[in-house]
């Protein structure tokens, strides 16, 4: 996945499957779950600041959202966004570890109030949703993924691995002229290391979407 | 016992007391074809295009209360299902659609005859399957019986691969369906309910709002109980027409961008509005912000998509339409009677209101002179016909006059595609009604450039038996189009002029059908009567006034109580 920052990062669109993004971004998607682990993220985070679209009220809300490991369910997923103009800024999917028949999509979204109730009503409408949570306004865990390759000539490499120990990530892959980064946390931090190893010149990146947890012990049916 | 997936089919088809199909076939169905030469308890209607198919299959729906099937090929056949499947799934008509599919080892190479019909009917679908696996068949069939006629109606479509259909495997009855995640919400809300009778007993002018789902829980007993035992008005949506009898002192008229002048105004003025089974469509509602602004209203449905989405229910019930307005009658008739009838006087205003609205401004017409005004079609054929008769539509200005002036007495008898608006709708879905109620009268209302669409299945109706009758009104427009080019467009008639057409006499006359025509006013009455009274399928051909409007009219957008009145 390449991603161009700069100015072309505020240049908003919505490509087909309704997933809002910044141009350069690519967004990978399958019209499958079964099996595999697929995840799909925007990079626009600054993205609410010139959207003529949100109202004041509009927030970015986080859906935890349970469903059938069966073929077609993420399209019926992204159809509903793409039909009915709701965006997808963050999405990510797999399978359950404690049921195989289950997978789980956490996915941010933004909206009001009123968007965001006709969002969570559709979702149940579809058949092979199980359950729909939102967990903006619940304590919750919540984290992100990142590779990041960047530049790592001999005299940034004590600078990288100094970034890499304050933020508690670590070095996955290394070559003669590159460190290849394993950075987990939530999208706060995320930025912040994206901006200090910015300098060094990032030569790629992969990123997932958010996923969540609530913080209470007992399942979230 | 080993079965072929042809014949699972079938076994699965009579278990869900499936009578008729409505079909065509092709290389990918061909075995399932073959099994229904086997099964003489399944009617087979061959259509003559798969969008009648469809339709014919949603009417049938309708007509009898039931669940509608269609059978078709792979590629086309399933591609030509699509407006079908659209409306059924706008207007929440239980149908389920088999479509043939390329072998599965043969999925995904653009095999011939090979589209995505599952990809592509995604968004217009309630659900819908591939079958991949014989062993998963019989239990997918009975899913979508179950989806498709359960909480809020709708079709499923059920793609069917030529070898999964040709293989063999032990028949195991599925059992009982019990989807984890689905489970409609049927019962209402008792808390709420008792919320609605505090509401009706202060309410000094309510209003009952009706619409397609009291057709869909076969509620409109309760409904027109709930009406007369709190002496409430009635307003009812397109979907809704005939779920309160039209004859009614308290029926208003259908409201809307063509609706009546007192129904509107009541919408307007009422301080309770009492939806039921409607989704606040914005040819209903017009100007959101103006629609039963000073109202409270309770809104039920069994779909909670339904409720906030176009407007604000103050209080809202997600429940089946009968057992709530059941519920809800029982509960108001323990309390007082001369309560829930609110104060005598207040009431008495309301309805002299009402009164006064319906006098100042009726929805009206005046036939004068000889050419022929298609509202007069309309208004002779209603008071030729009785409340028995089934009446579709095509889409247009032909559809707004029979719902203006057949005033319908009974749910179940007035069939159109309202949400998606489908021209070539009604002929098809009169040849489903038919095949629904074949002791029934059928009556298809078309304009000339709809009948068009689909005119193909008067073959139909005449193989199968299935006689209809097809009342024309030919004005050579398209009439719809061309009355908002009259008013918004500058009468600039850009294509909808429409002077070239068929001779429908004849096109009838082609088909082994029976052709009338007349451009006279007096005749109008004799054509009906002669056309009605003949055995098999007829066109009755009126030649009406060529630029008459369909009015009242609410502009687009505009607030329902500024209405174009003449």
């Not at chain 1, 600054?46 to 077609?72: A, T, W, Y």
């Not at chain 2, 062993?135 to 006629?149: G, M, N, P, S, Y």
């Not at chain 2, 889409?395 to 749910?411: C, E, I, L, S």
């Not at chain 2, 097809?470 to 908002?484: A, E, H, K």
Request: charged fraction near 25%.
């Amino acid at each position: 996945m390449r991603i161009s920052y700069g100015s072309s990062r505020r240049c908003n669109y919505r490509d087909d499957f309704g997933i809002t993004g910044t141009a350069g971004a690519q967004v990978l998607l399958s019209a499958t779950t079964k099996n595999e682990s697929l995840i799909i993220t925007d990079i626009s985070r600054d993205f609410h600041i010139n959207s003529e679209v949100r109202k004041m009220s509009s927030q970015k809300h986080i859906l935890s959202i349970l469903v059938d490991n069966e073929p077609g369910v993420l399209s019926r997923i992204a159809g509903l966004f793409s039909g009915r103009g709701y965006n997808i800024e963050s999405l990510s999917v797999a399978q359950t570890a404690e049921n195989s028949a289950v997978s789980r999509i956490t996915m941010q979204t933004t909206g009001d109030d009123h968007i965001l109730e006709q969002i969570t009503k559709q979702l149940h409408k579809l058949i092979n949703v199980i359950t729909v949570n939102d967990l903006t306004d619940k304590k919750y865990v919540q984290r992100e993924l990142i590779l990041i390759k960047v530049n790592a000539k001999p005299e940034q490499r004590a600078e990288i691995l100094r970034i890499v120990d304050i933020f508690r990530s670590r070095v996955v892959d290394v070559g003669p002229e590159h460190y290849t980064i394993e950075m987990s946390g939530d999208e706060g931090k995320l930025e912040a290391f994206i901006d200090l190893l910015r300098p060094m010149g990032i030569i790629e990146t992969s990123r997932t979407g958010s996923i969540a947890l609530a913080r209470e012990k007992k399942k979230i049916k | 016992m080993k079965l072929k997936g042809a014949q699972i089919l079938m076994k699965m088809l009579i278990d869900q007391g499936v009578d008729t199909l409505f079909g065509y076939p092709g290389g990918a169905v061909i075995d399932i074809y073959d099994s229904l030469a086997d099964t003489p308890s399944i009617r087979h209607i061959l259509v003559r295009h798969e969008q009648g198919a469809v339709h014919a299959a949603d009417a049938y729906a309708r007509a009898k209360g039931t669940v509608g099937v269609a059978l078709v090929t792979s590629g086309p056949g399933a591609t030509n299902t699509v407006t079908g499947i659209a409306s059924a799934y706008m207007d929440s008509i239980p149908v389920v659609i088999f479509t043939g599919q390329v072998p599965t080892a043969l999925i995904g190479n653009d095999a011939f005859q090979e589209v995505d019909i599952v990809g592509i009917t995604r968004p217009c679908t309630k659900h819908n399957y591939l079958v991949k696996d014989i062993d998963k068949l019989a239990r997918t069939i009975k899913e979508a019986f179950h989806i498709a006629q359960s909480g809020r109606p709708g079709p499923v479509l059920v793609d069917l691969p030529k070898d999964i259909m040709a293989a063999t495997a032990e028949f195991e009855d599925p059992g009982e369906i019990d989807l984890k995640s689905y489970k409609p919400t049927y019962n209402p809300n008792k808390k709420q309910l008792s919320k609605v009778v505090e509401l009706i007993k202060e309410s000094k002018r309510p209003l009952i709002f009706s619409g397609g789902g009291v057709v869909l829980s076969k509620a409109s007993e309760e409904l027109t109980k709930l009406a007369r035992m709190t002496n409430t008005p009635v307003t009812a949506s397109l979907m809704g027409l005939g779920t309160f009898p039209g004859s009614d002192p308290l029926w208003l008229g259908m409201p809307g961008m063509h609706g009546t002048y007192r129904a509107n105004m009541s919408i307007s003025e009422c301080d309770l509005m009492i939806a039921a089974g409607v989704r606040f469509d914005d040819r209903v509602t017009g100007r959101k912000d103006k629609f039963a602004s000073g109202a409270k209203i309770v809104q039920i449905d069994i779909d909670p998509t339904s409720i906030h989405k176009n407007v604000e229910a103050t209080c809202p019930i997600v429940g089946d339409c009968k057992n709530t307005l059941e519920l809800l009658n029982s509960m108001l008739e323990s309390e007082n009677p001369s309560d829930i009838k609110g104060d005598a006087s207040e009431r008495q205003e309301w309805l002299d209101q009402i009164a006064q609205w319906k006098a100042t401004s009726p929805q009206r017409y005046e036939q004068t002179g000889d050419v022929i005004k298609p509202q007069y079609v309309i208004d002779r054929l209603h008071k030729l016909t009785d409340s028995n008769t089934i009446i579709t539509t095509e889409v247009g200005q032909n559809q707004m006059w029979t719902a203006q002036y057949y005033h319908f007495d009974k749910p179940n008898h007035f069939i159109t595609s309202g949400g998606l608006g489908v021209m070539g709708f009604g002929l098809p879905a009169a040849i489903g009604a038919k095949a629904a109620c074949p002791d029934k009268l059928v009556v298809c209302v078309a304009g000339d450039g709809s009948i068009q669409m689909n005119s193909q299945e008067l073959m139909t109706a005449i193989e199968a038996d299935l006689p209809v009758k097809i009342v024309i009104l030919n004005n050579r427009y398209l009439g719809m189009v061309r009355q908002w080019q009259e008013l918004f467009y500058d009468k600039r008639y850009s294509s909808t002029n429409m002077e070239k057409a068929p001779d429908f006499v004849k096109l009838a006359d082609a088909y082994g059908a029976v052709g009338m025509r007349t451009d006279r006013a007096d005749e109008v009455e004799t054509v009906l009567k002669n056309g009605l009274a003949c055995e098999g399928t007829v066109i009755m051909e009126f030649i009406v006034e060529r630029e008459e409007c369909v009015y009242p009219m609410v502009p687009a957008g505009g607030a329902i109580t500024e209405m174009i009145l003449v």
